[in-house]
């Protein structure tokens, strides 16, 4: 299973170009693609967000939250403020939907980067 973080989603919808574009698109082609919630609430948080694109987001498979996730999420934020490096309530909703489901995270975030180092999140993306 492939999840599609936000920053690589929008790339894929406005048609850009780049290898996690190119997963995407594999990714969906194979029906191993899916989405979290927390994408789904920020590309549906663009004000200027056509009516095309809304209906396309909400047709493409979301990751459930398994039972505990808030708990694992909150633990996993802690430790990455605890190692002293940022941690977006975002991303760390996104991470852990990810780590809970053993999905690979498609990105062109670098923010991922320290879920990846401290918890062991599996990245794809544009470098």
Request: hydrophobic share 45%.
């Amino acid at each position: 299973m492939l999840c599609v973080d936000t920053s690589s989603l929008i790339a894929y919808l406005e048609g850009a170009e780049g290898e996690d574009v190119e997963t995407i698109d594999q990714a969906f082609a194979d029906r191993i693609g899916v989405i979290t919630p927390v994408t789904v609430t920020e590309v549906l948080s663009d004000p200027s967000l056509n009516k095309n694109v809304r209906e396309t987001i909400l047709q493409l498979p979301v990751l459930p939250l398994s039972e505990g996730f808030w708990e694992r999420a909150g633990l996993l934020r802690a430790k990455v403020l605890r190692s002293g490096h940022k941690a977006k309530l975002a991303d760390t909703l996104i991470a852990q939907n990810c780590l809970d489901h053993h999905a690979a995270l498609i990105t062109r975030d670098r923010d991922f980067k320290i879920f990846e180092k401290l918890a062991g999140l599996r990245l794809l993306g544009k470098d």
